[in-house]
C-alpha cells in the first residue's frame, strides 16, 4: 500500500524556518520525481517544488522561489523541505506526491493524505 507522511509543519514567525518531511513507501521512492504541494485556508491545491528522482534538478513557484530548498534522500525513501523566511501567506496545509517527471504536476497517487499544517503568524 502507498503511503506517503508529512511532517514538521506547526507555528512559526514570520520571517521563520521549518523543515517538513514526507515518508514514502509502497512504491519505488527512487524511480520517482516528487513534488510538493500546499492548499491555503480557501485557495486551491498549488504546487510550490519539485525534484527529479536523483536530486539534481529541482524548479519552485515564484511565490517561494529564493526561500525553499527541496531535498530527498534516497536511502531513507524520504523528501524534504526546507522553508526559510516564512511569511504568513505561506500559511497552508502542505502535502507530498510522486509525479513521472519534473515537467508534470498531476500527481500519480491519490486520494491525498493528510499534510502536515504551516502556519505564520506573529
Known amino acids: 500500500q502507498v503511503q506517503l507522511v508529512e511532517s514538521g509543519g506547526g507555528l512559526v514567525q514570520p520571517g521563520g524556518s521549518l523543515r517538513l518531511s514526507c515518508a514514502a513507501s509502497?512504491?519505488?521512492?527512487?524511480?520517482?520525481?516528487m513534488r510538493w504541494y500546499r492548499r491555503a485556508p480557501g485557495k486551491e491545491r498549488e504546487s510550490v517544488a519539485v525534484?527529479?528522482?536523483?536530486?539534481?534538478?529541482?524548479s519552485y513557484a515564484d511565490s517561494v522561489k529564493g526561500r525553499f530548498i527541496i531535498a530527498r534522500d534516497n536511502a531513507k525513501n524520504t523528501a524534504y523541505l526546507q522553508m526559510n523566511s516564512l511569511k504568513p501567506e505561506d500559511t497552508a496545509v502542505y502535502y507530498c506526491?510522486?509525479?513521472?517527471?519534473?515537467?508534470?504536476?498531476?500527481?500519480?497517487?491519490?486520494?491525498w493524505g493528510q499534510g502536515t499544517k504551516v502556519t505564520v503568524s506573529s
Open positions: 509502497g512504491f519505488m521512492f527512487s524511480s520517482a520525481a
Open positions: 506526491n510522486a509525479v513521472r517527471t519534473v515537467n508534470i504536476i498531476f500527481p500519480v497517487f491519490g486520494p
Open positions: 525534484i527529479d528522482s536523483a536530486g539534481g534538478i529541482t
